[in-house]
């Protein structure tokens, strides 16, 4: 898991966990939710936003919207291994300031939001079929 990965490398840092995924209206549509935050203070603290797949950027944007009720962070930094291009324009319009670093470009969405090539719905599915 990247997270973890994170975690080895930085080992004295602090790390929090998010729940955020695609709630399907239909099969088109679907919206972000995010339902768990665990976090510690993160006022003056560098914040990595780790994510292993930016498709549309929304989890992103709605993981940090979320994180940063427990304070302000001196800087933000967001990780991932494959981006779609509009998500990555998508994140640097909302969050300009942010230094993003990902592995892999991919150049589009599909219909279903889906980077492609991609991995279709592989980061909501890593742990089994929703319930």
């Known amino acids: 898991m990247i997270l973890q990965s994170f975690i080895n490398y930085f080992s004295k840092a602090n790390a929090a966990y998010i729940s955020a995924y695609r709630n399907h209206i239909n099969e088109?549509?679907?919206?972000?939710?995010?339902?768990?935050?665990?976090?510690?203070?993160?006022?003056?603290?560098?914040?990595?936003?780790?994510?292993?797949?930016?498709?549309?950027?929304?989890?992103?944007?709605?993981?940090?919207?979320?994180?940063?009720?427990?304070?302000?962070?001196?800087?933000?930094?967001?990780?991932?291994?494959?981006?779609?291009?509009?998500?990555?324009?998508?994140?640097?319009?909302?969050?300009p300031n942010a230094d993003i670093y990902i592995a892999a470009l991919d150049p589009q969405l599909d219909e279903n939001s889906y980077i492609v090539p991609g991995l279709g719905d592989a980061g909501d599915l890593c742990f089994g079929k929703k319930l």
């Open 28 to 95: 088109h549509e679907f919206e972000v939710k995010v339902e768990y935050l665990a976090a510690p203070e993160i006022t003056n603290k560098v914040l990595i936003l780790v994510d292993p797949m930016l498709a549309t950027g929304k989890s992103l944007e709605l993981s940090y919207q979320a994180i940063i009720k427990n304070g302000t962070p001196s800087k933000v930094i967001i990780a991932a291994l494959i981006a779609s291009e509009e998500g990555l324009a998508y994140l640097t319009k909302i969050l």
